[in-house]
């Protein structure tokens, strides 16, 4: 079973920029459709995005025209790239497989704090 993690989290003011990384190790991903998560306290997990294929991608209407969804070149990484951030973006933010998500098996996440 592919368990990726996301890293590549941290602290950003409003209208900046981060890219998010998501890797299995000793997986490849590229078989996998990938989905974006994130989660606030007190709060359950909120689908951002998702990636199937090399190309097809979906989002939440809150990220559409600022979040992009890619597969890296080697196809082993999924980069969740995050423009004009938002104070409202700020979230643990989690990717996971479709099988993964199924099982609710979730591997750790990364900290996005966006400051206003």
């Known amino acids: 079973q592919v368990q990726p993690v996301a890293s590549g989290g941290g602290l950003v003011q409003a209208g900046g920029s981060l890219t998010l990384s998501c890797a299995a190790s000793?997986?490849?991903?590229?078989?996998?459709?990938i989905v974006w998560y994130r989660q606030t306290p007190g709060n359950g997990r909120e689908w951002v995005g998702s990636?199937?294929?090399?190309?097809?991608?979906t989002y939440v209407d809150s990220v559409k025209g600022r979040f992009t969804i890619s597969r890296g070149t080697v196809w082993n990484t999924v980069y969740l790239q995050m423009n004009n951030l938002k104070p409202e973006d700020t979230a643990h933010y989690y990717c996971?497989?479709?099988?993964?998500?199924?099982?609710?098996?979730w591997g750790q996440g990364t900290q996005v704090t966006v400051t206003s």
């Open positions: 000793g997986s490849e991903l590229s078989n996998n459709i």
């Open positions: 996971n497989t479709a099988d993964g998500l199924r099982r609710d098996d």
């Open positions: 990636i199937a294929g090399p190309l097809s991608t």
